[in-house]
C-alpha cells in the first residue's frame, strides 16, 4: 500500500526540494538565462515568483481562519528580491524559512482562508503544506531545466502532489460545462485517479483504493492517461504535453479540461 504522507512528512520535502531549487539557481551561469518551460520569465523572476508565493502563504497561514487573505503588505514590503545572486539566494532561504515556520507552528489543523473553498480538500494549515509540495517541485523542474539537468520529480512528492491536483485544484461545484465526462489518470508506480465531470461540477476518486474517496463504480472512462507520477503532475502544470503520456479516448476532453477556468 502506497504510503500516505504526513503534515511531517511534508514540512520535510518542503525543505529537500527548496534545497533542490536553491542548487539549481545557484548553478546558473546568470539570473538572466531565460525559463524554458517559463517562456516569459528570466530565472531571477521564477524565483521571485516562487519566493513571493511562500512569503503569501506563511502570512495566510499565521493569520489563521479568514474570509480572505491578508492585506498585501503582510508578506510583501514593496522591495522585491534582490538582484544579486547570493543576497537572492539568502532572500529565498528566507522565503522558505517564513513559510515552514508558520507551518510549525500552525499544526496541520489551523483553519486558514484558502483559493480551493469548493473542493474535495480541507480549509486548513496541512492542506496548505500539501498545495506547497508540487509548486515547489515543479518549479524545481523549471529551475533545473533551466540549467540544462532537469530531473523527475521524486516519487513520493509526484505521488502525492498529482493526488492533491485533484482532490484539490480540480474537485469544483461549479458545473462543467461540456458532455458529462469520466477521466482516469495512471501512475506507473501503482495509483490512479478518477474525475467525474458532469453538472454537478467535476468530483475526483481513488480507484483500486479501499480508503474514503475510492470510486468503486466500475465503468469505463471517455478518456485515460498513464505515465509516471512524475509525468502526470508535469503534464498538469503544462510542462509536458500529453503525447508524452500514453492516452487513450477522447483527446478533446483534455483540451477541454486544460482550457476550463471554473473560477471565470
Same mark, same amino acid.
Given at each position: ?24 539557481? #545557484?548553478? #546558473? ?11 516569459? @520569465? ?46 537572492? $539566494?539568502?532572500?529565498?532561504? *528566507? ?7 508558520? $507551518?510549525? *507552528? ?34 524545481? =523542474? ?10 523527475? $520529480? ?29 477521466? %482516469?489518470? =495512471? ?5 490512479? @485517479? ?36 512524475? %509525468?502526470?503532475? $508535469?503534464?498538469? =502544470?503544462?510542462?509536458?504535453?500529453? %503525447? ?5 479516448? %477522447? ?14
Amino acid at each position: 500500500m502506497q504510503k500516505t504522507l504526513t503534515f511531517s512528512d511534508h514540512l520535510r520535502l518542503i525543505d529537500e526540494r527548496s534545497t533542490a531549487f536553491r542548487a539549481a539557481v #545557484a548553478a #546558473a551561469p546568470s539570473l538572466d538565462v531565460p525559463v524554458p518551460s517559463c517562456p516569459e @520569465w528570466m530565472l531571477f523572476d521564477l524565483v521571485q515568483h516562487l519566493g513571493m508565493g511562500r512569503r503569501r502563504t506563511a502570512a495566510i497561514v499565521a493569520a489563521g481562519p479568514a474570509d480572505a487573505p491578508p492585506e498585501k503588505s503582510a508578506w510583501d514590503d514593496g522591495t522585491g528580491a534582490p538582484r544579486e545572486r547570493e543576497a537572492l $539566494l539568502a532572500w529565498w532561504t *528566507e522565503s522558505v524559512e517564513r513559510l515552514t515556520n508558520a $507551518l510549525r *507552528e500552525a499544526g496541520p489543523d489551523r483553519g486558514c482562508w484558502t483559493f480551493w473553498g469548493d473542493s474535495q480538500s480541507p480549509e486548513n494549515s496541512g492542506a496548505w503544506a500539501r498545495r506547497q509540495l508540487p509548486e515547489i517541485a515543479v518549479h524545481t =523542474y523549471d529551475a533545473q531545466l533551466t540549467v540544462g539537468a532537469p530531473e523527475p $520529480l521524486p516519487v513520493e512528492v509526484a505521488l502525492d502532489g498529482f493526488d492533491d491536483c485533484q482532490f484539490t485544484l480540480c474537485s469544483t461545484d461549479v458545473a462543467w460545462p461540456h458532455e458529462p465526462a469520466v477521466v %482516469d489518470y =495512471y501512475a506507473a508506480e501503482g495509483r490512479s @485517479w478518477r474525475l467525474r465531470l458532469s453538472r454537478d461540477g467535476a468530483r475526483a476518486a481513488r480507484l483500486g483504493a479501499s480508503a474514503a474517496g475510492e470510486d468503486p463504480n466500475p465503468d469505463l472512462a471517455d478518456a485515460s492517461a498513464r505515465g509516471t507520477a512524475s %509525468d502526470l503532475v $508535469l503534464f498538469f =502544470y503544462g510542462r509536458i504535453s500529453l %503525447d508524452s503520456l500514453k492516452f487513450e479516448g %477522447d483527446r478533446r476532453i483534455f483540451d477541454q479540461l486544460a482550457a476550463w477556468d471554473p473560477s471565470a
